[in-house]
């Protein structure tokens, strides 16, 4: 829009200036409209552009609050182009239905140029956002997944593209919010990622790099509890194993009770069912993870295994598995005498035992073991 020389008012002071400002608040664009522009949109827009009036249904609706119709102009005006759009308008130009209004050069065609190109400057209050944070990578199948946190600061605009840039390669994908996925990458080769956040103004500096990962062909993460069994009750010594498996290897297997950490489980037993389940995936026949686990420690309840498997890249994967506990009173019974069954009965029934009247350290008790397909054996799951 051409720039001439002209008589300014803002928050009540005047100057002469040949030019606009280099930057002008949001609070000096609200005063100048208040003081210079809402008495010419009072007598000569307000008719039409009011809520029912010829105009009512554009975005451009005014009422009687000088401070509202500041809002309204600001929030339409984002652009020198809506700018001019206004300014032609007030003119008669582009079609306007209430004709000309204003003179091209008059003195209210001259507080409206200046306002409008007061609402334009506002924009160097933004700022490109600050880097995307918590970067963090995971390999797929010649590309990876790069997730990560929104900028602290989005500059004051809202964040429109993330683009992920792999290093190296400058491999890159771009996402409106985590995650973004970057394709075109070489399995076998490693790789970090950095994110950068865009908005109106421009693309924020890089984050931080991400961890190394590399890809690798039909990438497969698994792990498994067999034992202890889902649903199921458990009493005295057994095990807590099952298996794991990943394309990038497991590093090790850790074993959770009721969320709390309870040991590493030694880890690289056979497993032939696993291998023939799993061929493409390395290792996968020496998959399994076991330790002896006493059940009778725990209280009687409901408590909960997680078994969690990382891989060589650091990415995790885990499972957990919810069973029942049913235990005598002592968590481990050392007397070799201790279970008298001379005075017990018997009676079996599919894949169960009951047994009534065992002794066990001296006091009686009605017992159910029932067949266990995992532990390949009869199992104590009811004391009474």
């Known amino acids: 829009?051409?720039?001439?020389?002209?008589?300014?008012?803002?928050?009540?002071?005047?100057?002469?200036?040949?030019v606009y400002p280099h930057h002008v608040t949001a609070q000096e664009a609200e005063s100048y409209y208040i003081s210079n522009v809402d008495s010419i949109v009072q007598s000569k827009c307000i008719d039409c552009h009011v809520s029912g009036g010829q105009a009512g249904s554009t975005s451009l609706r005014f009422t009687s609050s000088a401070s509202g119709n500041h809002g309204v102009f600001d929030s339409y005006v984002i652009?020198?182009?809506?700018a001019d759009r206004v300014l032609t308008k007030i003119t008669g130009g582009a079609g306007h239905g209430g004709g000309a209004q204003i003179s091209a050069g008059s003195a209210d065609y001259q507080k409206f140029e200046q306002y409008m190109q007061y609402l334009t400057d506002t924009s160097s209050d933004v700022t490109v956002p600050s880097?995307?944070?918590?970067?963090?990578?995971?390999?797929?199948?010649?590309?990876?997944?790069?997730?990560?946190?929104?900028?602290?600061?989005?500059?004051?605009?809202?964040?429109?593209?993330y683009t992920a840039t792999s290093n190296p390669g400058g491999f890159s994908g771009t996402c409106s919010a985590s995650p973004c996925l970057v394709e075109g990458l070489a399995n076998g080769t490693a790789y970090s990622f950095t994110v950068t956040a865009t908005n109106e103004v421009g693309e924020s500096a890089p984050s931080e790099q991400s961890n190394s990962i590399t890809p690798a062909e039909s990438l497969t993460r698994a792990v498994y509890i067999g034992e202890p069994v889902e649903g199921e009750t458990h009493s005295g010594v057994g095990l807590v194993r099952?298996?794991?498996?990943?394309?990038?290897g497991i590093t090790k297997v850790e074993i959770w009770?009721?969320?709390?950490?309870?040991?590493?489980?030694?880890?690289?037993?056979?497993?032939?069912?696993?291998?023939n389940a799993f061929p493409d995936v390395p290792g996968s026949n020496e998959s399994g993870f076991a330790l002896?686990?006493?059940?009778?420690?725990?209280?009687?309840?409901?408590?909960?295994?997680?078994?969690?498997?990382?891989?060589?890249?650091g990415a995790t994967r885990e499972?957990?598995?919810?069973?029942?506990?049913?235990?005598?009173?002592?968590?481990f019974i050392t007397a070799?005498?201790?279970?008298?069954?001379?005075?017990?009965?018997?009676?079996?029934?599919?894949?169960?035992?009951?047994?009534?009247?065992?002794l066990v350290e001296q006091s009686p008790y009605d017992l159910l073991l029932k067949w266990r397909r995992a532990e390949q054996g009869f199992e104590i799951v009811e004391i009474r």
């Not at 829009?1 to 040949?18: D, E, K, N, Q, Y």
């Open 1 to 18: 829009m051409t720039r001439i020389a002209r008589i300014t008012s803002i928050a009540g002071l005047i100057a002469v200036s040949g």
């Open 79 to 82: 652009s020198p182009a809506r």
């Open 131 to 161: 880097p995307p944070r918590n970067v963090s990578a995971e390999a797929g199948d010649k590309s990876a997944t790069v997730t990560f946190s929104a900028p602290a600061d989005d500059g004051g605009a809202e964040t429109t593209e």
């Open 242 to 248: 099952g298996w794991a498996i990943a394309s990038d």
């Open 257 to 275: 009770i009721d969320g709390v950490y309870f040991q590493d489980a030694p880890y690289g037993g056979a497993r032939g069912d696993v291998g």
């Open 292 to 313: 002896t686990f006493n059940y009778s420690n725990l209280s009687k309840g409901d408590h909960t295994v997680k078994a969690i498997a990382y891989t060589t890249d």
């Open 319 to 331: 499972t957990t598995a919810t069973f029942t506990v049913d235990r005598f009173p002592n968590s």
């Open 336 to 358: 070799g005498d201790a279970v008298i069954l001379d005075s017990a009965s018997c009676t079996v029934s599919g894949d169960e035992i009951s047994i009534v009247d065992a």
